[in-house]
């Protein structure tokens, strides 16, 4: 007995001296809360532009190198353009020489067919004079056959024939690539190969009938090796092709070659208006020249990028499909750093292992398994740690707590209500006042509770607890029990509460005066305030 009494007296004088100390918490606990909230949102505010500036460089310099691999395959395209151009100046050369041929071989065989008829022309013509002259005696008419039936005078060129003019007998005309031969004199009917009063002569591309031109030297010069018929304006000439920078002809006896000395193409200078290499479907996207060593790229008449000995200059988003590549670097020299400041950027530490530098200084360290911070770290807004959803502003923690073994780490931090309640064998109790508050910071457990009944029914004699803790009280010693400060209790002898070693979710309570449990009937109707703090699991 006297055991029992000097552990009451001891749970006692203990109740005591942890209710002062719950008290001093309870009063430390908002200057606390103030002060963590504070030192969080200042290290936050510290650490949000320089991490944001720093994604936002990284995001440049993928840019940088995606444009990089444009460039490239643009000169390749660019290559590709030229050994084009260079197969079909080849053909279209091959077609011209072969037309050429063509025109060649249709002369010959019209200069052949001209001197036949050339040759049996007079013969033929004096066979008509004499078969006439036989049938027509009389000197009279035989003047006038002589007369009618002389050797026929020459062709008389007049050029393209002109609607205006009036032409006479042997008069030569061409139109629409034909030539005729006026048959009679003021003849003012247009030629056409049905006209009776016109002969065809020479049709396009086939030897025609009747005399008057026979060789292309009665018209034109004979030409010069690689010499080509052309109009100057006034009349056709013959000349031979100018070979422009990078080109070379060689001119043969009825051949020309064309041929590329250092395999460039040459293009003028262009503008982002109108560049100079583009597109038959859309002609002001390109390539063109902005100034002295700048290449510019244009889209829709725009510059949208200029590419510089120094690196490449994007106007308005980049948006990379792929990845974006760069160099591991040190702390010294990020691969990803500013111009103006080359010592701050991001670099590679080691596999799966990225830093962050600033003035040369490691300041982040970021890893798989988790973020290294040298120096102070601050907050504008809220942020969060295992998990949690960050808010507006505070520290967030996970809605269950992700423990940490670490004695020196808060892994947690929770705020809610609970319902507290009575419970005694056999009783049941209705409440006319029932609410419970808690703060959770790391396993040490803050509750606060208001009870009343406003009946009591069925056995009402036996020992009385309060039950529904939000968080169960743990299991450390024999000797940890957790006493909390009853602030306003009007039953008679006063109540001190009590949450022993591993007690679950129950808080013992204790009547001072009897230093017994309280019966269910000495609670009906009164008033309940308490507090306490204990540790849970």
């Not at 532009?49 to 310099?61: G, K, V």
């Not at 990803?336 to 080691?350: E, H, K, M, V, W």
């Amino acid at each position: 007995m006297n055991d029992t009494q000097t552990q009451i007296e001891r749970l006692i004088e203990l109740a005591i001296v942890q209710r002062s100390e719950l008290k001093q918490l309870v009063s430390e606990l908002p200057q606390l809360r103030e002060h963590l909230n504070a030192e969080i949102e200042r290290t936050f505010e510290e650490a949000e532009p320089q991490i944001r500036t720093e994604l936002e460089e990284f995001c440049r310099a993928r840019a940088t190198d995606e444009h990089a691999k444009t460039g490239a395959a643009l000169a390749a395209k660019v290559e590709q353009l030229s050994k084009q151009l260079e197969v079909t100046t080849a053909a279209k050369y091959s077609v011209l020489m072969a037309e050429r041929a063509e025109n060649a071989n249709l002369l010959a065989k019209a200069e052949a067919r001209i001197e036949d008829a050339a040759s049996m022309l007079t013969h033929a013509v004096k066979e008509i004079v004499t078969d006439e002259l036989s049938r027509f005696p009389r000197a009279g008419e035989i003047d006038q056959l002589r007369k009618e039936f002389a050797e026929p005078r020459g062709l008389n060129p007049r050029g393209r024939w002109m609607p205006d003019e009036t032409y006479q007998r042997l008069d030569l005309v061409t139109i629409n690539g034909d030539s005729f031969v006026s048959n009679i004199d003021g003849n003012r009917e247009r030629p056409s190969r049905t006209a009776g009063d016109w002969t065809l002569s020479a049709a396009r591309g086939n030897g025609g009938g009747g005399g008057g031109v026979t060789t292309m030297t009665d018209l034109v010069p004979v030409p010069s090796n690689g010499q080509l018929l052309i109009g100057n304006g006034s009349a056709f000439v013959n000349s031979t092709l100018t070979a422009g920078t990078g080109i070379s002809i060689s001119n043969g006896a009825g051949s020309i070659t064309i041929n590329a000395t250092d395999g460039n193409i040459t293009l003028d200078d262009g503008t982002a208006a109108a560049p100079s290499l583009n597109f038959t479907n859309e002609p002001t996207t390109g390539l063109f020249r902005a100034s002295a060593n700048v290449m510019g790229f244009a889209v829709n008449g725009v510059s949208r990028a200029t590419m510089t000995t120094t690196g490449v200059t994007v106007t308005g988003t980049i948006t990379p499909s792929g990845s974006v590549h760069a160099a591991s670097g040190t702390v010294g020299n990020p691969s990803l750093a500013f111009s103006a400041d080359q010592t701050t950027g991001l670099y590679r530490i080691g596999a799966s292992n990225i830093g962050v530098a600033v003035g040369g200084a490691k300041v982040l360290d970021v890893a798989s398994t988790g973020l290294g911070v040298t120096g102070t770290v601050r907050a504008t807004t809220g942020a969060a740690v295992g998990g949690a959803t960050a808010g507006a502003g505070g520290l967030a923690f996970p809605a269950i707590a992700v423990g940490v073994a670490n004695a020196n780490t808060l892994d947690d931090y929770e705020e809610g209500t609970w319902t507290p309640a009575f419970a005694s064998t056999g009783a049941t109790f209705a409440y006319a006042e029932q609410f419970g508050s808690y703060v959770k910071v790391g396993s040490l457990v803050t509750l606060q509770m208001r009870l009343r009944t406003s009946s009591i029914t069925g056995t009402t004699s036996g020992a009385t607890a309060v039950i529904g803790i939000p968080f169960p009280s743990a299991n450390l010693n024999d000797y940890n029990t957790s006493a909390g400060a009853v602030g306003l209790c009007d039953v008679t002898g006063g109540l001190a509460m009590s949450i022993g070693n591993g007690e679950g979710t129950n808080i013992t309570l204790w009547n001072f005066a009897t230093i017994t449990q309280p019966t269910a009937s000495s609670l009906n109707g009164k008033y309940f305030n308490a507090t306490i703090s204990y540790q849970t699991a």
